[in-house]
């Protein structure tokens, strides 16, 4: 790694991980009504799941842009 920011981009990219991915797929056989159910005994419904992961994402990117605007190589 040749500098702080390619390190810390990188860090990002691992702790987004692929589970919005996964559950994406995982819940893409499910109808909307099947969607708004309870997914297990999480206490969540699969869309509530869906977003949390989709938030986290978004929220990952946020980060990388925030590097990319303030750290210098």
Do not use: P
Not at 15 to 25: F, H
């Amino acid at each position: 790694m040749d500098n702080i920011k390619q390190f810390i981009i990188q860090c990002i990219e691992q702790a987004k991980g692929d589970d919005y991915i996964r559950s994406k797929l995982a819940f893409s056989k499910y109808t909307s009504e099947e969607m708004q159910q309870q997914h297990g005994e999480s206490g969540f419904t699969r869309q509530q799941i869906l977003d949390q992961y989709k938030n986290h994402v978004d929220k990952c990117g946020l980060a990388i842009n925030t590097v990319k605007r303030y750290i210098k190589n």
